[in-house]
């Protein structure tokens, strides 16, 4: 009976494959870096979980710094799929929350990002979302004595808290903040403050 072909392992189909060596590297550097930050994810490391040779990062990206940038040009990819500006901004507002809560890796990034400034490579992210803020304001969504920069600052900590403070969110409500009880909740209660920023709140 003759044999069936030999099927290569894992780690030989990354090399043969491009894209799926770039998607592995992507995946492990965003589970280092969301771990670790920029300063304390090790090339090696992310090579090696993703069963490739570190010698590729540098091939396909350029280095670390060149991975890190191409993940954020996926978050904005991941981003454009689900936050529409046609939404009202307490809309638009939890679905950035389920989305980080369903995935906190993004998050995680940023925070690290924040807490070591100067570690990490500069953001290659487009800053709409200010002037996407005035343009409300100007509609009435947001009263006019609110600064929009403010209001921004604090809705990008309102999505973060559960993420970056886990156990106060448990302690303050009683909740697992990784359980949907806790998503569906929170998600309603930031809704409801959003909607009294309004001009008519």
Partial sequence: ????????????????????????????????FSAKGYAGARVAEIAERAGLNSQL?????????????ELQ????????????TSLSLAELTVRYLQEELRDPSWSRLALWSGLAEDASPPS??????LSDLERRQAEGEIAADL????????????????IALPDQARRITGMDPESPEFAEHYAEQLRRVILRLGADG
Wanted: net charge positive; glycine share 6%.
């Fill in 73 to 84: 040009r996926q978050w904005l990819v991941a981003e454009s799929r689900f936050a529409d």
């Fill in 147 to 162: 600064d929009p920069a403010a209001v921004l600052l604090m809705l990008i900590g309102a999505v973060a808290a559960p």
């Fill in 124 to 129: 290659t992210l487009d800053r709409e979302d």
């Fill in 1 to 32: 009976m003759p044999k069936s072909p030999r099927r290569a392992p894992a780690r030989e189909e990354r090399r043969l494959d491009p894209e799926r060596s770039r998607a592995a590297l992507l995946e492990a550097a965003r589970t280092e």
């Fill in 57 to 69: 990062i540098t091939y396909y990206f350029g280095g670390k710094a060149g991975l890190y940038q």
